[in-house]
């Protein structure tokens, strides 16, 4: 943000009649209050960090730099600065003033340059972390991704060529299957059904040789 600076350096000063009434200066004339830029209270307050200390705030801010300047930096003039002028009266420099807006202006860039670099790193990290769980989750996968060619081949005791001819299909169809772990439906059907079928028929030839036992 660039701040452009009023050279005028007038001297603001403060004071408080033995009524309560509150009148501020810069240079010779009455400071304007700027409620058409931001109102938050009705007059200006000091020695404390009132919503009329805000405003003062803003409008000694807004008065040697630009609304923007004077917006961001409200609650940090007025911790620094005004919650500290005396009850009754106090007088500052314009040079003051410009001098705590050179410090924090300072500071500011300094504070979004620390804050920027760790977001840039949090972003990258997560990144990072992403992309490491998602190549551990593709080798999770293929490590626990039966291969059904093989574990057919293995339980019913055949070879791939055995298979091949049961299906009725090229035996390198079902050598690709195996080797690239990747089957149609329709293959991973056929093969699980046969399967199946074998079994059944095992069960049953079981259960007919238990019968015979009783006779």
Not at 116 to 135: A, G, M, R, S, V
Not at 198 to 203: A, F, G, M, T
């Amino acid at each position: 943000m660039i701040v452009t600076v009023n050279k005028n350096h007038h001297t603001f000063k403060g004071h408080k009649t033995l009524l309560g009434a509150k009148y501020v200066t810069y240079g010779e004339l009455e400071l304007p209050v700027r409620y058409d830029v931001f109102a938050v209270y009705n007059g200006f307050d000091w020695g404390s960090s009132s919503l009329g200390a805000q405003q003062l705030a803003f409008s000694m801010l807004y008065q040697v730099t630009d609304e923007e300047f004077a917006r961001d930096n409200i609650l940090k003039f007025t911790q620094d600065i005004v919650s500290k002028f005396n009850n009754r009266d106090w007088v500052i420099t314009g040079f003051d003033v410009l001098r705590w807006i050179s410090q924090n202006r300072d500071m500011e860039s300094v504070t979004k340059k620390e804050e920027e670099e760790p977001l840039i790193d949090k972003e990258d990290k997560k990144e990072d972390n992403e992309l490491i769980l998602k190549q551990e989750r593709v080798k999770k996968e293929k490590k626990t991704k039966s291969n059904v060619v093989k574990d057919a081949c293995k339980e019913l005791e055949i070879t791939q060529k055995e298979l091949a001819n049961i299906l009725q299909i090229p035996e390198g169809t079902v050598s690709s299957w195996a080797v690239k772990n990747e089957i149609p439906r329709l293959g991973k059907k056929a093969i699980e059904f046969y399967t199946q079928n074998q079994k059944n028929q095992k069960i049953i030839e079981n259960y007919k040789n238990f019968v015979k036992l009783l006779d």
